[in-house]
């Protein structure tokens, strides 16, 4: 066989789908092998492409009414719900928290070492029994698991409790929880190593009830903590009552 034989025998052939393989033998016939087998080095066509909408799109008729407005004209109008983990020698602990919206107050939370339903009922069940607020209050969350299961929405809608629920990957639509639990990493989580759950778990506890809702300072409150921030809405409501 000639040189030029041995090197005609391989040959590139640019098509519109990028560069394909093809055997050839001495003359320029095409022969058959495994590169022109169906699936293997674009044997193939291309096949057309597919028109995918933006995540922005997809999601945009099904945000719920609070819109990213994470304000209330009074407590127990919205809450704003959501869930973190927290690292411990012994694995994660998972916390769940309900804050009015209003008052920047934690009205509901509950921890466990697992991430089943059962975590979130009992936080809002918390809220709800604390508070027992009037019917049409809305709960906006992400769209977990938790909080889109039946049993969560049953529990809602009996409550008289209104659903809403951010787009899929955004923590812009629940700003307000993932800056509470910011800021609770930030003075207690991760300032040391915690070796067990439950001590962290006390710790957590000491810090929503004894510091961050009674004595903890907001700017957005006037430099109240949500507790006096409460406190001075109901003096007001009741002298213009």
Request: contains cysteine; glycine residues 8%.
């Amino acid at each position: 066989m000639s040189r030029s034989a041995v090197f005609g025998f391989i040959a590139a052939e640019k098509t519109t789908n990028g560069v394909r393989r093809l055997c050839r033998g001495p003359r320029g016939q095409q022969t058959g092998g495994p590169a022109d087998a169906p699936g293997r080095y674009g044997g193939h066509p291309p096949a057309p492409a597919r028109q995918v909408r933006p995540l922005h799109a997809l999601d945009r008729d099904r945000r719920g009414p609070v819109e990213r407005n994470f304000t209330a004209a009074a407590p127990d109008r919205l809450w704003v719900a959501d869930i973190t983990y927290l690292r411990t020698w012994e694995g994660f602990l998972y916390l769940a928290v309900v804050i009015d919206a209003c008052t920047r107050k934690v009205v509901g939370w509950a921890m466990a070492d697992h991430l089943r339903t059962k975590l979130v009922l009992d936080t809002v069940g918390m809220a709800l029994f604390a508070r027992r607020p009037a019917p049409g209050l809305v709960h906006h969350s992400d769209r977990g698991s938790q909080y889109t299961a039946y049993e969560f929405g049953k529990t809602l809608r009996t409550s008289g409790l209104l659903a809403s629920v951010g787009r899929v990957g955004s923590a812009f639509d629940n700003a307000l929880a993932e800056s509470f639990f910011a800021t609770l990493k930030a003075e207690l989580v991760y300032r040391r190593a915690w070796p067990t759950r439950d001590e962290l778990e006390m710790e957590v506890v000491s810090y929503i009830e004894g510091f961050y809702n009674p004595r903890r300072r907001h700017s957005r409150l006037d430099n109240l903590s949500p507790a006096d921030f409460e406190q001075m809405l109901t003096i007001q409501n009741e002298a213009s009552a």
